[in-house]
């Protein structure tokens, strides 16, 4: 069994910064690629960025230059998020895919930016 587990949402005025966390533990440590997905009220799931094993990463355009993403140990990644805007607001998902193409997805970690 697997588990996603992401941490370090909370509450930031705009031009803030949070740093987000996604630790997978259990029967598989060692994953493909690693993303980060978002996903605002009323709104659909959306890509935010990931990142492989080999450490090639990825972007959607809304977050290019300002959120990094970034790779610990085979198991542990994560986001680094600056120059926050309102519409960065939303729950932040982690998604673990093997190298098989099974997904695992978190519960997801709140992200709000209002002034």
């Known amino acids: 069994q697997v588990h996603i587990g992401e941490s370090g949402g909370g509450f930031v005025q705009p031009g803030g910064s949070l740093t987000l966390s996604c630790e997978a533990s259990?029967?598989?440590?060692?994953?493909?690629?690693t993303s980060w997905h978002r996903q605002a009220p009323g709104k659909e799931r959306e890509f935010v960025a990931s990142?492989?094993?080999?450490?090639?990463r990825r972007y959607a355009d809304s977050v290019s230059g300002r959120f990094t993403v970034s790779r610990e140990y085979e198991n542990v990644v994560y986001l680094q998020m600056n120059s926050l805007k309102p519409g960065d607001t939303g729950v932040y998902f982690c998604?673990?895919?093997?190298?098989?193409?099974?997904?695992?997805w978190g519960q997801g970690t709140q992200v709000t930016v209002s002034s």
């Open positions: 990142i492989t094993s080999a450490n090639y």
């Open positions: 259990g029967s598989i440590t060692n994953f493909y690629v």
């Open positions: 998604k673990m895919r093997t190298g098989t193409g099974q997904d695992y």
